[in-house]
C-alpha cells in the first residue's frame, strides 16, 4: 500500500489562504478516492472533500465554495485549495486514499487566527 505524506500547513490569518499537498509513494489511480479529512481537538474526523479516480469531487457544506480539491495522477499527489479561511477551519488535516484497505497520513496542521 501506498505512503501519504501532507504537507502545506501552517499559520494564516482568517480570510487568508493555504495550499495543502498530499504526496503518495505510489500510484493513487488504483484507488477509488482520494480525500482530504480533519479533525479539532476533542472532535471527531470529519470529511473534507474527495476526488474520484475520474474526478469527480464532494465537499463538506462548510467547505463549500471555499476550498478546492485537485488530484495530478502522474505526480501521485493531491491538493486542497483553502480560500477564504476561518478560524473553525483550524485543525489537523489528514490525506486518506480511498480502497480495499484505506490509508492515511500522519496529518498537517491548519491553524487560523482571527
Known amino acids: 500500500q501506498v505512503r501519504l505524506v501532507e504537507s502545506g500547513g501552517g499559520l494564516a490569518q482568517a480570510g487568508g489562504s493555504l495550499r495543502l499537498s498530499c504526496a503518495a509513494s505510489g500510484s493513487i489511480f488504483s484507488y477509488n478516492a482520494m480525500g482530504w479529512y480533519r479533525q479539532a481537538p476533542g472532535q471527531q474526523r470529519d470529511l473534507v472533500a474527495t476526488?474520484?479516480?475520474?474526478?469527480?469531487?464532494n465537499y463538506a457544506g462548510s467547505v463549500k465554495g471555499r476550498f478546492t480539491i485537485s488530484r495530478d495522477n502522474a505526480r501521485n499527489t493531491v491538493y486542497l485549495q483553502m480560500n477564504s479561511l476561518k478560524p473553525e477551519d483550524t485543525a489537523v488535516y489528514y490525506c486518506n486514499a480511498q480502497g480495499i484497505r484505506d490509508v492515511w497520513g500522519r496529518g498537517t496542521q491548519v491553524t487560523v487566527s482571527s
Open positions: 476526488i474520484t479516480r475520474n474526478g469527480y469531487t
